[in-house]
């Protein structure tokens, strides 16, 4: 069963970093492109971030490209979000999501998320 | 960017009934849609993939449809477990990969 666990949300000041990570069970992790996908309480869902399978290409939305990183470690079969200069609009639950397959984008598991708060 | 436009915004429906919600998209992303469904403090579901394929899974009164530009999501015979919000997601143009905005589906 895949199961996907993300942790390290915290209240963080504006300006502040923060490094979320992801643990991955159930699948080969190494198979597979992720992503991480954001949503302010009450509000829709906003994609945040791709890694592929081997960590060799990234993407970003506009509002955190220059901002957040992801990467991978596929030996220990977790990803990250180093997440620096962060703002109020960043605050939001974050969930780690796992694609369905090979070059399709679409969002078969996703984590319960960890809450980002960005206040002072 | 592709722009992701549901409608409606939210829906009041009885259990039995009928329900769709529709997905336009700012251009056209072939086939390469998907709907979520998500509870109230819980993450998204995935429902429907590549426009009409059903996850696995997912009962059949869950359906799709659609191409181009304009997708639809049919519920058929509504069931208490189904009250919740839909999404739609684009996967053919990225970055990004556009949600539309949701649709709640609430008890009348």
């Known amino acids: 069963e895949v199961h996907l666990v993300e942790s390290g949300g915290v209240v963080v000041q504006p300006g502040g970093s923060l490094r979320l990570s992801c643990a991955a069970s159930g699948f080969t992790f190494d198979d597979y492109a992720m992503h991480w996908v954001r949503q302010v309480p009450g509000k829709g869902l906003e994609w945040v971030s791709l890694?592929?399978?081997?960590?060799?290409?990234?993407y970003y939305a506009d509002s955190v490209k220059g901002r957040f990183t992801v990467s991978r470690d596929n030996n220990k079969n977790t990803l990250y979000l180093q997440m620096n200069s962060l703002r109020d609009d960043d605050t939001a639950l974050y969930y780690c999501v796992k694609d369905k397959n090979a070059g399709n984008y679409y969002f078969d598991y996703w984590g319960q998320g960890t809450l980002v708060t960005v206040s002072s | 960017d592709i722009q992701m436009t549901q409608s409606p915004s939210s829906v009041s429906a009885s259990v039995g009934d009928r329900v769709t919600i529709t997905c336009r998209a700012s251009q056209d992303i072939s086939r390469w849609l998907a709907w979520y469904q998500q509870k109230p403090g819980k993450a998204p579901q995935l429902l429907i993939y590549?426009?009409?394929s059903l996850q696995s899974g997912v009962p059949s009164r869950f359906s799709g449809s659609g191409s181009g530009t304009e997708f639809t999501l049919t519920i058929t015979s509504l069931q208490p477990e189904d009250f919740a919000t839909y999404y739609c997601?684009?996967?053919?143009?990225?970055?990004?990969?556009?949600f539309g905005g949701g649709t709640k589906v609430e008890i009348k």
């Open positions: 590549a426009a009409s």
């Open positions: 997601q684009q996967a053919n143009n990225f970055p990004p990969f556009a």
């Open positions: 890694i592929a399978w081997d960590g060799g290409r990234t």
